[in-house]
């Protein structure tokens, strides 16, 4: 959150390359909601996957969700600084996750991100989090 701050007080609107008259801050997050906080937690291990790779340089294409991801410490501490703007959890969940990372950031658009095995998972996930976020 420290580069935001410091982006915001640096924030020259009359600087030469200045498109914007004021800072503008877009927060690119994860997500994974599906209808059950368990059910979302367990498909998120899939993107958990993905990181341990880039932690042991061994990237392989989007695997099956398992019950439990095994990490080294190094590759858990790895993995969470990765993932550390992520919402999982049942949409109403992840909608409030969302909305606190707003807050923290006072960001004024969210890209959102999901990695699923299933791309009628990934789907359903994005459904859910709209749905959600519209109705909070």
Known sequence: MD???VYRRSFDASAPTATLEEPYVMI?????AA????????QFTT?????????RN???PLQPPVDQVELTPAEAAFVEQ???VSAVGAPQQVAEQLEQVVEV???????LNSYAFDPEVRARSFEL??????ES
């Open 35 to 42: 209808d059950t906080e368990a059910e979302a937690r367990r």
């Open 28 to 32: 690119a997050a994860n997500v994974l």
């Open 58 to 60: 061994n990237r392989t």
């Open 3 to 5: 580069a935001i701050e």
């Open 129 to 134: 989090t709209a749905q959600a976020w519209s």
């Open 47 to 55: 993107h958990q996957l993905l990181v341990r790779g880039m932690a």
């Open 82 to 84: 990765h993932l550390a």
């Open 105 to 111: 950031t006072r960001a004024d658009e969210l890209m």
